[in-house]
């Protein structure tokens, strides 16, 4: 029995060491890299992406705090006087 633990151990261990080591080769490859540039420049438009439409949702709720309508600007009586809204 204690050596079939430890011929299991050994087992695991050395299947997890050849997984890390193919990942760790695949880095250096050429498509490796690529995957890499790809997943940061996703990351990258996901975050823009996510800051939009948290701008987006603060400017709304911001417009309804102080009752403005969407695309409406606000206008003072010096512009309205000059004909410029």
Known sequence: MNRALWFV???GAGVYG???ARRAAEVFT???AQDRMN???LGA???RD???QGAADRETELR???GVLPHER????ELESRGQH
Not at 74 to 77: E, Y
Request: without cysteine; neutral net charge; glycine residues 8%.
């Open 9 to 11: 151990a050994g087992a």
């Open 18 to 20: 050849v997984v890390r």
């Open 30 to 32: 050429a498509e490796g």
């Open 39 to 41: 997943a940061l420049f």
């Open 45 to 47: 438009r996901l975050f």
């Open 50 to 52: 996510e800051v939009a």
């Open 64 to 66: 309804e705090r102080f």
């Open 74 to 77: 606000p206008t003072t009586p």
